[in-house]
């Protein structure tokens, strides 16, 4: 859990960084911005707002050793030594620019602030921020004159929403620190270039990335399953997943044979989780804690719905031996039968 109510903005530095392909440029600061009250404070609910609620976290990575991830080798430079942190500003602005290839990406400004009392996980730690403001709004400015009023507009960031950002703690250095990563505004391709090409991070494999794994690993199986199993049969794997992940810790062992019972299809699972983990470069602990929060954002979905033609929508939240389908040959349609004791 993040907590950044004590959260103090020591120094903050702002770049433009600009689309590369379409030659926008890189207009870099030389010095800190100079911060008031007022602007400290607007500047913290800017940056702050939105990873409050964060709860997935993820750390620097390289395929083989992750002294050679670029913005990892940055940061820690900062934390080691607080005296080149506007140097380093520069660096990580200028590694962005070469990562902003992709037509869709937008051009903004970057912040990149030095935070410290931060508390990550009940810890206090200091925290590098980088922001990027890319989306801009219009704002009415009303301006007294001797005869009564005037009306301008200025355009600027809205502080009400940031559009992409991400606070790196001074915590487990060896493993790539903790970071937390938000995008608001690139959901295609060209969002990859955040996390991926340019701050290169992976999930951390804590119980909340554990229990998310596990439960979209269950979606996947499930949903590529034969039609012939039935959306009620499907509807009721996911019931059990769920059920299961609800446990204070999972064994995959036990958690297949009480989700799939039969052996085949115990077996199938186990084969498909390893194809499943190679494809998305994760790995799901075979015993791992769980995380309730996380089965609360992932749990629903349309595995667990059926949709009747344009009629009819069943929610299966379990009692699949009370529900029968079939097939009615004189009106060339199919049908469930539900039994039931009481109706509310």
């Keep these: 859990m993040i907590q950044l109510y004590d959260a103090n903005i020591k120094s903050c530095m702002v770049h433009f960084v600009g689309n590369k392909a379409n030659d926008e440029g890189l207009k870099v600061s030389k010095n800190p911005l100079v911060l008031n009250n007022t602007t400290r404070n607007a500047l913290?609910?800017?940056?702050?707002?939105?990873?409050?609620?964060?709860?997935?976290?993820?750390?620097f990575y390289h395929q083989t050793n992750i002294g050679l991830n670029t913005i990892y080798c940055y940061i820690r430079e900062i934390f080691t030594n607080n005296a080149v942190f506007c140097d380093q500003s520069l660096n990580i602005a200028r590694y962005l620019y070469e990562q902003s290839t992709h037509p869709k990406i937008k051009g903004g400004e970057l912040y990149i602030a030095h935070i410290d009392n931060c508390i990550i996980n009940g810890k206090y730690a200091e925290a590098i921020g980088l922001f990027k403001s890319e989306s801009k709004d219009t704002f009415l400015m009303l301006h007294q004159n001797e005869v009564g009023f005037e009306l301008s507009s200025q355009s600027g960031a809205s502080i009400n929403k940031l559009d992409k950002g991400?606070?790196?703690?001074?915590?487990?250095?060896?493993?790539?620190?903790?970071?937390?990563?938000?995008?608001?505004?690139?959901?295609?391709?060209?969002?990859?270039?955040?996390?991926?090409?340019?701050?290169?991070?992976?999930?951390?494999?804590?119980?909340?990335?554990?229990?998310?794994?596990?439960?979209?690993?269950?979606?996947?199986?499930?949903?590529?399953?034969?039609?012939?199993?039935?959306?009620?049969e499907k509807a009721t794997y996911m019931n059990r997943s769920v059920e299961a992940l609800k446990e204070e810790s999972v064994n995959i062992d036990t958690f297949a044979e009480q989700v799939f019972e039969t052996p085949e299809l115990i077996s199938e699972f186990k084969q498909y989780?390893?194809?499943?983990?190679?494809?998305r470069d994760i790995e799901i602990d075979d015993t791992f804690t769980t995380a309730s929060t996380a089965i609360k954002r992932r749990a629903t979905g349309t595995m667990t719905t059926i949709k009747l033609d344009k009629n009819f929508d069943i929610n299966i939240r379990g009692g699949e031996q009370y529900i029968e389908r079939g097939y009615d040959p004189d009106r060339d349609m199919s049908y469930y039968k539900f039994f039931f004791r009481e109706e509310r």
Aim: charged content about 30%; glycine content about 4%; overall charge negative.
């Design 44 to 59: 913290s609910n800017y940056f702050y707002k939105s990873f409050t609620v964060k709860e997935d976290l993820y750390s």
């Design 166 to 232: 991400c606070l790196i703690f001074n915590i487990e250095e060896d493993d790539g620190y903790i970071v937390a990563i938000v995008d608001n505004t690139n959901k295609g391709s060209e969002a990859k270039y955040w996390t991926d090409d340019f701050l290169h991070v992976r999930p951390r494999k804590d119980s909340f990335n554990q229990t998310q794994n596990m439960l979209s690993l269950c979606k996947s199986f499930v949903s590529h399953l034969p039609s012939d199993n039935g959306k009620v």
């Design 273 to 279: 989780k390893e194809s499943y983990q190679k494809e």
